[in-house]
């Protein structure tokens, strides 16, 4: 082994360590030490660096994958066309502090105001940083866990979906859930709270959630979870989707004003305590 070539012996420490991309550079490596260009020890951080970015990519693509974040939306291509959005808010929470303090962000607004985008596009950030991420529609949650419910395994979904750092829920408002899925989501969120942070969207209200859910208490107990530790976020203007028709859109559909309708936010900075009861007894006329 010692008369070995030094390249060779290498090549074989990179088949055992199954290091692929790092065996494919070795050549190219070995011909920039040869030529100067690389020291001894910029050699071997271009060989693991090739080999780390190798891992980190597929290690982010499956991470994507099992998150359900399969169509990528990213704050880069985020162009802030709302004139109510504060840039600084959002990308405050891009550096994920509400990750560990396990908070609750929610982005309010009408359709096409780019709310999903930016819950997307936090939860790509979360998986580069390594956090497990899942998104999916309140819709999909529910049906996911009426199915559940029916097969006796309720308990085991409930469990699965708040083990993930992030759960990102989208579409709140959308569509009604019919009999009992608001208690459904309600042991969801109870599940979750102060254990994992949740990113929510919603085209309605806190005001009107007993008509989302279809039971005012069980609305009232949402948002008492929901509202603690939470950052709202109030998207106003018109939709992206339909900013080059926006002539066609009937006057009183246009620039519908968000605050108005999502009721007061609740400041970011607040942390001790529950939220005050005026808050929410609306819900409960």
């Known amino acids: 082994m010692s008369h070995e070539p030094v390249a060779e012996r290498i090549r074989r420490h990179l088949i055992g360590l199954k290091m692929p991309r790092a065996l494919e550079a070795l050549q190219t490596v070995q011909s920039q030490i040869e030529q100067g260009q690389l020291t001894a020890l910029e050699a071997i951080e271009a060989l693991l660096g090739e080999e780390y970015s190798t891992r980190e ?48 962000v929610h982005f309010l607004g009408p359709p096409g105001t780019g ?22 529609t309140l ?25 993930y750092s992030v759960l990102i829920v989208d579409e709140i408002g959308y569509l009604l859930l019919g009999s009992n899925g608001g208690n459904l989501f309600f042991q969801l969120v109870n599940a979750c709270y102060e254990r994992c942070a949740m990113v929510l969207t919603s085209n309605r209200g806190f005001s009107e959630w007993g008509e989302i859910f279809g039971d005012p208490v069980v609305a009232t107990a949402l948002l008492d979870r929901l509202l603690h530790h939470a950052i709202v976020i109030p998207i106003e203007g018109n939709s992206y989707r339909l900013r080059e028709h926006a002539a066609l859109i009937p006057e009183h559909l246009r620039n519908r004003p968000a605050l108005n309708e999502m009721g ?5 900075k607040r942390r001790a305590g529950r939220p005050k009861r005026e808050e929410i007894t609306s819900l409960q006329g």
């Open 57 to 104: 990519s597929r290690r982010i693509k499956i991470a994507l994958q099992t998150a359900r974040l399969t169509v990528l939306k990213t704050l880069a291509g985020y162009d802030f066309f709302q004139p109510s959005l504060e840039r600084s808010r959002v990308m405050a929470l891009a550096e994920l502090g509400f990750i560990e303090r396990r908070q609750c």
């Open 115 to 136: 709310k999903s985008h930016l819950a997307v596009a936090l939860g790509v950030e979360a998986v580069r940083a390594g956090k497990s991420v899942f998104f999916a």
């Open 139 to 163: 819709a999909e949650l529910v049906d996911s866990m009426r199915k559940a419910e029916r097969e006796g395994r309720l308990r085991e979904r409930v469990k699965f979906l708040s083990r």
């Open 264 to 268: 007061s936010p609740v400041p970011e």
